[in-house]
T-cell receptor
Framework: DAKTTQPTSMDCAEGRAANLPCNHS???????VYWYRQIHSQGPQYIIH???NNETNEMASLIITEDRKSSTLILPHATLRDTAVYYC?????????????FGAGTILRVKS | DTEVTQTPKHLVMGMTNKKSLKCEQH?????MYWYKQKAKKPPELMFV???????INESVPSRFSPECPNSSLLNLHLHALQPEDSALYLC?????????????FGPGTRLTVL
């Protein structure tokens, strides 16, 4: 069973904020939410992760709901280079092997 | 240097050929990974190496044979592949594989099996 549910695709205007939702209603207390993205013809790239507090770094912000059943990745000023597949991954930090299990992801298209 | 390099970028091979994919990192990472990605699908984990030892094999057919000759290098030896093995093969590395830490991915090798 999939641990996360994401929309198949989204469009965003260049310069606007891109808000990518992720549902993870069965998340357990020791599981984190991670986001990776994959730009066409490249390998996936780590963006951000969080447990329950909102997180921000130079790439994005991660907003996790209080019940932790969903989260939103925010790219504050999307550019054409942000067009990519965005993967939301839920996993425990203590899970052996540092495995990443990718779901289908959301195709984000940033348009000028 | 936060780069993972993979060679070759593209590879075309017949079903009777033997070929190898190569991955290299110089970040001092002690965990390395092989993923397989079919067209329009997410990456799927194949193997995990931790401190040069194979720690996870995700039930991958024996026609794929990984090798980690040292902490910077990871190879994937290919033999008697099938056309359905055509895919993008991604290598990644991380500080270790004991607990979660960020994985750095290479650009991949696009493999076509004829």
């Amino acid at each position: 069973d999939a641990k996360t549910t994401q929309p198949t695709s989204m469009d965003c205007a260049e310069g606007r904020a891109a808000n990518l939702p992720c549902n993870h209603s069965t998340i357990s207390g020791n599981e984190y939410v991670y986001w990776y993205r994959q730009i066409h013809s490249q390998g996936p790239q780590y963006i951000i992760h969080g447990l329950k507090n909102n997180e921000t770094n130079e790439m994005a912000s991660l907003i996790i709901t209080e019940d932790r059943k969903s989260s939103t990745l925010i790219l504050p000023h999307a550019t054409l280079r942000d067009t990519a597949v965005y993967y939301c991954i839920v996993r425990s930090n203590m899970e052996y092997g540092n495995k990443l299990v990718f779901g289908a992801g959301t195709i984000l298209r940033v348009k000028s | 240097d936060t780069e993972v390099t993979q060679t070759p970028k593209h590879l075309v091979m017949g079903m009777t050929n033997k070929k190898s994919l190569k991955c290299e990192q110089h970040m001092g990472h002690r965990a390395m990974y092989w993923y397989k990605q079919k067209a329009k699908k997410p990456p799927e984990l194949m193997f995990v190496y931790s401190y040069e030892k194979l720690s996870i094999n995700e039930s991958v057919p024996s026609r794929f044979s990984p090798e980690c000759p040292n902490s910077s290098l990871l190879n994937l030896h290919l033999h008697a592949l099938q056309p359905e093995d055509s895919a993008l093969y991604l290598c990644a590395s991380s500080r270790d594989s004991v607990t979660y830490n960020e994985q750095f991915f290479g650009p991949g090798t696009r493999l076509t099996v004829l």
